[in-house]
Nanobody, 121 residues
């Protein structure tokens, strides 16, 4: 059974930073693509970052240059470092895993329970 457990969300002021973590179990982590979605109230979910099994990364234009996704295959963990946070980054952030980034882009694969990030102005 796949389990993805996010941590690290919270409240931060505009311009601040937060780091999210997602610990995975029940999958062969090293061969899976991983990613982070977010969903704000009343808005469509957005795929903000992905990282392939080989470490290639991709970002939504809205977070490019501010967010960094990384992975540690020895710890079965994926991270999202968020800098220069803006109020519009406020959302529930979900960790996702799948065999490749196409699976993630389609919203398939496995999902965590989500962690709230709130950026105050």
């Amino acid at each position: 059974q796949v389990q993805l457990v996010e941590s690290g969300g919270g409240l931060v002021q505009t311009g601040g930073s937060l780091s999210l973590s997602c610990a995975a179990s029940g999958i062969i982590f090293s061969i899976n693509a991983m990613g982070w979605y977010r969903q704000a109230p009343g808005k469509q979910r957005e795929l903000v970052a992905t990282i392939t099994s080989s470490g290639s990364t991709d970002y939504a234009d809205s977070v490019k240059g501010r967010f960094t996704i990384s992975r540690d295959n020895t710890k079965n963990t994926v991270y999202l470092r968020m800098n220069s946070l803006k109020p519009e980054d406020t959302a529930v952030y979900y960790c996702v895993s799948g065999l490749n980034t196409v699976v993630l882009q389609k919203g398939f694969g496995s999902w965590g329970q989500g962690t709230q990030v709130t950026v105050s102005s």
